[in-house]
């Protein structure tokens, strides 16, 4: 029941900034916490960042930590990915994930969007 649509990948160098979309669709967006995933060629899918309903609960990922930002609009059914700084290991795919239920696991998948950082 719930669509997720990434957007904003791309290819960029090292120290660059760029900023992914995940526009859904299909439930009350703000009743639920919203995640991003990302797996690089020959890797598991690794968790970068979640937010919870309001925003008021946010976790990342060690290796993203002070350098990317995730943040949601409910008026527009959207959750970003603000990253900075980049590095040529932040390259991979990038997923949004949403789950199934509220309180949940991630159940609910994007098509992914790539991320390629060059040195």
């Known amino acids: 029941q719930v669509q997720l649509v990434e957007s904003g990948g791309g290819m960029v160098q090292a120290g660059a900034s760029l900023r992914l979309s995940c526009a859904a669709s299909g439930r009350t967006f703000s009743s639920y916490a919203m995640g991003w995933f990302r797996q690089a060629p020959g890797e598991g899918r690794e968790f970068v960042a979640d937010?919870?309903?309001?925003?008021?609960?946010?976790y990342y990922a060690d290796s993203v930590k002070g350098r990317f930002t995730i943040s949601r609009d409910n008026a527009k059914n959207t959750v970003y990915l603000q990253m900075n700084s980049l590095k040529p290991e932040d390259t991979a795919v990038y997923y949004c994930a949403a789950p199934q239920r509220m309180g949940g696991p991630y159940e609910y998948w994007g098509q992914g969007t790539q991320v390629t950082v060059s040195s």
């Open positions: 937010i919870n309903w309001d925003g008021s609960s946010i």
